[in-house]
T-cell receptor
């Protein structure tokens, strides 16, 4: 079993839909990253959070440390949101990554 | 602008050849990392280095080697002993943000896609 599990693996949505991507982890962590990877491969950090909830524009990330679970929500999704979204957990020495969720938003 | 540079973006090599992937950062980050990504899998740690002249094996170090002679540079050599070298390779760096050693700020390079023919 992977230390970081994401669901769903693939997600297709219509423009304007509300998106939720889930992440569960089995290791102790200090914080959790949500990352965005575009087709060229480059990775951008969207959020780093260790408790509660963060919002940036149409993106919202929540984390429940007790349940070892985090969610990434996208409101009013747009085709430019199409990317792979990766959950990553921070330990003392490195970061452990989920396999990613491939999101496709159709116009 | 500070950041991490990986070059080249795409690299092609013949089977049996060693190849070195570069990673340079000007963020003054103390720790640097190499990850490998295969289709449908999460990024996996190859090697990491927390200080100059020191590095540690990650989960999949076999067939790879690294050096950390300078704080800014952490090159990765993919040797002929690596059975399946074709993959996307990501370099990252981090620095402690406060007194808590678990609190680190991370940056990611653009990655290098290596194809072995």
């Amino acid at each position: 079993k992977n230390e970081v599990e994401q669901s769903p693996q693939n997600l297709t949505a219509q423009e304007g839909e509300f998106i939720t991507i889930n992440c569960s982890y089995s290791v102790g962590i200090s914080a959790l990253h949500w990352l965005q990877q575009h087709p060229g491969g480059g990775i951008v950090s969207l959020f780093m959070l260790s408790s509660g909830k963060k919002k940036h524009g149409r993106l919202i990330a929540t984390i429940n440390i007790q349940e070892k679970h985090s969610s990434l929500h996208i409101t009013a999704s747009h085709p430019r949101d199409s990317a792979v979204y990766i959950c990553a957990v921070l330990g003392p020495n490195d970061m452990r990554f989920g396999a990613g969720t491939r999101l496709t938003v159709k116009p | 602008d500070g950041g991490i540079t990986q070059s080249p973006k795409y690299l092609f090599r013949k089977e049996g050849q060693n190849v070195t992937l570069s990673c340079e950062q000007n963020l003054n980050h103390d720790a640097m990392y190499w990850y490998r990504q295969d289709p449908g899998q999460g990024l996996r740690l190859i090697y990491y280095s927390q200080i100059v002249n020191d590095f540690q094996k990650g989960d999949i170090a076999e067939g790879y080697s690294v050096s950390r002679e300078k704080k800014e540079s952490f090159p990765l050599t993919v040797t002929s002993a690596q059975k399946n070298p074709t993959a996307f390779y990501l370099c990252a760096s981090s620095i402690e943000r406060g007194t808590d050693r678990w609190t680190r700020s991370w940056s990611f390079g653009p990655g290098t896609r290596l194809t072995v023919l």
